[in-house]
T-cell receptor, first 115, second 113 residues
């Protein structure tokens, strides 16, 4: 158990809909990362938050958005869903990559299926 | 351009047959190199961090080594439970990357009993 909690574990929805994925980081971790992993694809970095502020952006679509709340949990919002958005979405946390060695601790993922 | 390449893409071994996975990287400066294990449908699990050429880390049947251009994950006398995808990631120095990891595509390891 990594200590990172993601909900829901599975989600099935239709094209055009909007969903919210939730992540609670490990106790004490200030940084949260979101990754997308499509079938047989590598990990694609979406976005990082540190202590409530956006730190870095990767290949995140404009239809996607995220935020980190004062209690440090994070939400990833996916809207106007397309078939190609079907994937595993992982949340990871770390202490602070500026001072820590940067190991990431991943949750179990949220599997999104868009029909 | 910073890049991480893992080989082979897939590796099938018999139980007890030792082998190595390769991770070659191109970055202007290396802050750290990470190995992760990922089981199907699960999140990656952290294994090792290596910081400088010549460094080695061991955990059970796994040993990771690092040179200036590549890292190897050596698997000694593997068991079926070692079957997984092994991911390599590098962290360049912050001025090049804002601390983001660059991930390889992974090596899928299958150990047959």
């Amino acid at each position: 158990d990594s200590g990172v909690t993601q909900t829901p574990k599975h989600l099935i929805t239709a094209t055009g809909q909007r969903v919210t994925l939730r992540c609670s980081p490990r106790s004490g971790d200030l940084s949260v990362y979101w990754y997308q992993q499509s079938l047989d694809q590598g990990l694609q970095f979406l976005i990082q938050y540190y202590n409530g502020e956006e730190r870095a952006k990767g290949n995140i679509l404009e239809r996607f958005s995220a935020q980190q709340f004062p209690d440090l949990h994070s939400e990833l919002n996916l809207s106007s869903l397309e078939l190609g958005d079907s994937a595993l979405y992982f949340c990871a946390s770390s202490v602070d990559p500026r001072t820590d060695t940067g190991e990431l601790f991943f949750g179990e993922g949220s599997r999104l299926t868009v029909l | 351009e910073d890049q991480v390449t893992q080989s082979p893409e897939a590796l099938r071994l018999q139980e007890g047959e030792s082998s190595s996975l390769n991770c070659s990287y191109t970055v202007s400066g290396l802050r750290g190199l990470f190995w992760y294990r990922q089981d199907p449908g699960k999140g990656p699990e952290f294994l090792f961090t290596l910081y400088s050429a010549g460094e080695e880390k061991e955990k059970e049947r796994l040993k990771a080594t690092l040179t200036k251009k590549e890292s190897f994950l050596h698997i000694t006398a593997p068991k079926p439970e070692d079957s997984a995808t092994y991911l390599c990631a590098v962290q360049p120095y912050p001025e090049d990357s804002n601390y983001q990891l660059i991930w390889g595509a992974g090596t899928k390891l299958i150990i047959k009993p």
